[in-house]
């Protein structure tokens, strides 16, 4: 089983537990009325890789989103292996705020340590009604490529694109992770060599 | 000048131990599970979760053949493990009697403390595990403090990392009684036959189901010695401080008992009081702490303060809105009042104070019903401010130094990060946190507490947690740091002289001789002493200038040593013996192999000339 740190960035309110406990217990509470504590959650997804199957944990951090904690935000993405930046389509300078959250991340952690992934939540407000939308999915997009992240719209409340943004970067970190191991090993392919001998084996029959 | 040196690729490398410890690591990573912390070499392939009752798991994942246990079955384990083996109970009286060997230079600080219980609890986690695979027995013999050798390989081998340890059990066992122990194991449980062949006899899924089962009761049991180690390590130097007090500290001269002064200090200043457990005294010798959690107090007191001015709502100020269930206020006062007073007075080990930092957690989260982090930290800093319990900060250290890293993981973590991110929070208060009206109205004296932020005063000491993740390695290397010049020397010595010594130098020689050796050399002391290295705090301490002029001392030592090698290289060797540098060996005539050859045994007499001159 592999395991990795995902931490969750992004104003407060924008719906980063939300998106958590969607995953994480497949529920929404529209109202604080959850049961839910905001405690530390886990969820491990399936991966298929070529007909073999992986097993990713996620060890999941929610950050408080308020500006005043801002400074506090690196204890909490340290050591992380992906970050969750959140922002809100419907209100107009959320994108602005993920963006100071993706430049942190770039200059404190680092492009090559870190798979970041831009998520634009409350679709299913801009579904019913358009006119909420107030940060254009083109220019996220653009934004996104620029910046060399992952990009998607979600819902956490209908539970839109949920699975798929964890399962996207499952996939993602799984590459990394496997091309690590294998510059590790110099290209050993992450088999058990069972039939390799051991020399300190003391009951085999060539000692 | 190029510098000539043998390449000295891994610092960890110890060649008694070399073929062992080259497959054991190498299982590690062939194997398909690879836990992201990578300080567990020797957790089997079951041990995905780290045997936690509260802890939060996604859907079960037993499709992937992971044998898990119940709650219950785990509660059950723990209750029938109230106290800790001889054998391991052992162990931490001898860790104990170590300590208080008057070896080390100056008294330690706390991190140089940490850094010592931290290799510990490896060792002791090892231990433990070989222990259990021995069927409760410890064949391989009592370990020892100065030893972190073959016992915890042999236990490293014999796990074999998870499946392949079932298939070739026998590959470890160099003592007789091990041998015995698990043959008895195998014919009963595993094994139709008892046969001495060592060939991979294919195992049914209920075998191997019912071999992950022991392996994971095992992982949990360890669990459950762990947390006995840990309250028996303190609760014993508890004891143990009590009863050396002064007397011991009249012999030899004062740089000798710094650790005795450590141990007694865990003890309150009355010896009348043995129970009376003051975390604050560990922080002793290590002034920034006591520094910090002044200010900190300075900056509490300031907020409370700043509570009564009409101007400054404490609720409004952190963002506590009135949506926020917050229930009864005053049970639920009363409640995290107790968990705190629980953490501070009535709790002795890491691990207990761990159980109540997540108990904090818990309270807060599910009476208060809170949903998101952004309401947690919020109100987790008004009742820090609100109760203001004395010496958390001290408390919160202590948990993060001295609770075993490897466990100090995922939920665990995570409250002890929200604790620690709180805290930060009121340390780093300056006034232009508050509002202009506000800030007007305060008299100066008020103003002062909130100049500037603890961090730009004081720095506490970095705690770097890779350390340990290299095992005995680790704490071997810690070990040197901490104790006197000539150890410190000598394990160089040592190192170098095997390195020096070995064919393998004098290949490695050949194939690349282009690294400057001042690198190695300065990465391995920085590895080393890497806790004082990376501390600002020890800038003007005599422990940094003398570890300072122990690395220029070696590495000018170093730096002629290949000054000489390189002169007798060049006036030995002949001009093109690299020019076979590319060639592949199929292609080599005899008259060139025999060049070879005689490059060689060049190579092997300078070599000897290196090592003479050496000597």
């Known amino acids: 089983m592999l395991q990795f740190k995902l931490v969750l960035l992004g104003d407060s309110s924008v719906g980063k537990s939300s998106i958590v406990n969607r995953f994480v217990k497949d529920s929404f509470e529209d109202l604080r009325e959850s049961t839910i504590g905001a405690a530390f959650l886990s969820q491990t997804i399936k991966l298929n890789d070529n007909g073999k199957e992986v097993i990713v944990k996620f060890e999941i951090w929610d950050t408080a989103g308020q500006e005043r904690y801002k400074s506090l935000a690196p204890m909490y993405y340290r050591n992380a292996n992906a970050a969750l930046v959140v922002y809100d389509i419907t209100e107009l300078d959320s994108l602005n705020k993920a963006k100071t959250w993706v430049e942190e991340l770039k200059n404190k952690v680092g492009d090559d340590n870190i798979v970041i992934y831009l998520v634009g939540n409350k679709l299913d407000v801009c579904e019913k009604d358009s006119s909420k939308r107030l940060v254009s999915l083109e220019g996220a997009k653009e934004y996104a490529k620029e910046q060399g992240l992952l990009f998607i719209e979600t819902s956490a409340k209908t539970g839109a694109n949920i699975k798929e943004t964890f399962q996207e970067i499952g996939e993602k970190l799984y590459d990394i992770k496997k091309t690590e191991v294998n510059t590790d090993l110099d290209g050993n392919t992450g088999e058990i060599e069972i039939s390799k001998p051991s020399t300190n084996d003391t009951t085999s029959c060539c000692s | 000048m190029k510098l000539f040196t043998p390449p000295i690729t891994n610092p960890n490398f110890d060649p008694a131990q070399s073929i062992r410890e080259s497959y054991g690591v190498k299982a590690v990573f062939q194997k398909p599970v690879i836990v992201q912390n990578e300080s567990e070499p020797f957790k089997?392939?079951?041990?995905?979760?780290?045997?936690?009752?509260?802890?939060?798991?996604?859907?079960?994942?037993?499709?992937?053949?992971?044998?898990?246990?119940?709650?219950?079955?785990?509660?059950?384990?723990?209750?029938?493990?109230?106290?800790?083996?001889?054998?391991?109970?052992?162990?931490?009286?001898?860790?104990?009697?170590?300590?208080?060997?008057?070896?080390?230079?100056?008294?330690?600080?706390?991190?140089?403390?940490?850094?010592?219980?931290?290799?510990?609890?490896?060792?002791?986690?090892?231990?433990?595990?070989?222990?259990?695979?021995?069927?409760?027995?410890?064949?391989?013999?009592?370990?020892?403090?100065?030893?972190?050798?073959?016992?915890?390989?042999?236990?490293?081998?014999?796990?074999?990392?998870?499946?392949?340890?079932?298939?070739?059990?026998?590959?470890?066992?160099?003592?007789?009684?091990?041998?015995?122990?698990?043959?008895?194991?195998?014919?009963?449980?595993?094994?139709?036959?008892?046969?001495?062949?060592?060939?991979?006899?294919?195992?049914?899924?209920?075998?191997?189901?019912?071999?992950?089962?022991?392996?994971?009761?095992?992982?949990?049991?360890?669990?459950?010695?762990?947390?006995?180690?840990?309250?028996?390590?303190?609760?014993?130097?508890?004891?143990?401080?009590?009863?050396?007090?002064?007397?011991?500290?009249?012999?030899?001269?004062?740089?000798?008992?710094?650790?005795?002064?450590?141990?007694?200090?865990?003890?309150?200043?009355?010896?009348?009081?043995?129970?009376?457990?003051?975390?604050?005294?560990?922080?002793?010798?290590?002034?920034?702490?006591?520094?910090?959690?002044?200010?900190?107090?300075?900056?509490?007191?300031?907020?409370?303060?700043?509570?009564?001015?009409?101007?400054?709502?404490?609720?409004?100020?952190?963002?506590?809105?009135?949506?926020?269930?917050?229930?009864?206020?005053?049970?639920?006062?009363?409640?995290?009042?107790?968990?705190?007073?629980?953490?501070?007075?009535?709790?002795?080990?890491?691990?207990?104070?761990?159980?109540?930092?997540?108990?904090?957690?818990?309270?807060?989260?599910?009476?208060?019903?809170?949903?998101?982090?952004?309401?947690?930290?919020?109100?987790?800093?008004?009742?820090?401010?609100?109760?203001?319990?004395?010496?958390?900060?001290?408390?919160?250290?202590?948990?993060?130094?001295?609770?075993?890293?490897?466990?100090?993981?995922?939920?665990?973590?995570?409250?002890?990060?929200?604790?620690?991110?709180?805290?930060?929070?009121?340390?780093?208060?300056?006034?232009?946190?508050?509002?202009?009206?506000?800030?007007?109205?305060?008299?100066?004296?008020?103003?002062?507490?909130?100049e500037c932020k603890i961090s730009d005063k004081v720095t506490l000491p970095v705690v770097d947690t890779n350390n340990f993740r290299n095992g005995s390695n680790g704490s071997s290397k810690l070990l040197h740091t901490s104790t006197e010049p000539m150890i410190q020397n000598n394990s160089y010595e040592r190192f170098r002289a095997v390195f020096d010594s070995s064919l393998r130098s004098v290949l490695g020689k050949m194939r690349s001789y282009t690294p400057p050796a001042v690198t190695t050399l300065y990465k391995k002391y920085s590895q080393t002493s890497i806790e004082i290295e990376r501390s600002s705090v020890y800038s003007n301490s005599s422990h940094d200038k003398y570890l300072h002029v122990q690395r220029s001392n070696s590495n000018n030592k170093h730096r002629q040593m290949d000054s000489i090698n390189s002169i007798l290289f060049n006036a030995t060797m002949p001009n093109d013996w690299k020019k076979y540098k590319d060639s592949e060996f199929d292609n080599l005539k005899i008259t060139e192999l025999k060049e070879i050859f005689d490059i060689y045994q060049k190579l092997i007499s300078k070599n000897e000339q290196c090592s003479n001159y050496n000597l």
């Open chain 2, 44 to 450: 089997m392939l079951t041990a995905s979760n780290s045997g936690k009752n509260d802890y939060k798991e996604g859907p079960s994942t037993n499709t992937s053949g992971v044998v898990k246990l119940t709650k219950e079955e785990i509660a059950e384990i723990w209750k029938n493990t109230q106290e800790l083996p001889m054998e391991l109970s052992s162990m931490i009286d001898d860790f104990i009697t170590d300590l208080k060997e008057p070896k080390y230079a100056k008294p330690l600080s706390i991190v140089e403390l940490s850094s010592l219980f931290q290799a510990f609890y490896i060792k002791f986690d090892k231990f433990a595990f070989q222990y259990l695979s021995n069927g409760g027995s410890s064949a391989a013999g009592a370990p020892t403090n100065t030893s972190s050798g073959g016992t915890f390989f042999n236990a490293k081998e014999t796990l074999s990392s998870g499946l392949s340890g079932i298939f070739a059990r026998s590959r470890s066992g160099s003592n007789t009684n091990n041998l015995r122990g698990r043959r008895n194991r195998r014919s009963s449980s595993l094994f139709s036959s008892d046969s001495n062949n060592n060939a991979t006899q294919m195992l049914t899924p209920e075998e191997i189901g019912q071999m992950m089962r022991v392996n994971e009761i095992n992982n949990v049991t360890i669990d459950r010695y762990l947390e006995l180690c840990e309250n028996a390590i303190f609760k014993k130097l508890l004891q143990v401080g009590t009863a050396v007090s002064s007397p011991m500290k009249k012999p030899n001269s004062n740089n000798n008992i710094q650790c005795i002064n450590n141990e007694n200090s865990l003890v309150g200043q009355s010896s009348s009081e043995p129970e009376a457990f003051n975390v604050e005294n560990l922080f002793r010798n290590t002034p920034e702490y006591i520094q910090y959690n002044t200010l900190l107090n300075v900056k509490l007191g300031g907020i409370l303060n700043l509570c009564s001015h009409d101007k400054f709502s404490l609720e409004d100020f952190l963002g506590i809105s009135m949506t926020m269930d917050i229930g009864d206020n005053e049970s639920l006062f009363a409640t995290i009042d107790s968990v705190f007073h629980q953490l501070i007075d009535e709790s002795i080990s890491p691990y207990d104070k761990m159980k109540s930092v997540l108990q904090l957690h818990t309270a807060m989260t599910t009476d208060i019903k809170l949903m998101s982090n952004d309401d947690y930290l919020s109100l987790l800093i008004y009742y820090i401010i609100m109760l203001n319990p004395q010496n958390l900060f001290f408390n919160c250290e202590y948990i993060k130094l001295f609770r075993y890293r490897k466990k100090l993981v995922e939920n665990e973590l995570y409250a002890l990060t929200n604790l620690d991110a709180a805290l930060t929070f009121i340390g780093s208060l300056t006034l232009e946190d508050f509002s202009e009206d506000l800030v007007a109205e305060l008299a100066e004296c008020e103003k002062k507490v909130f």
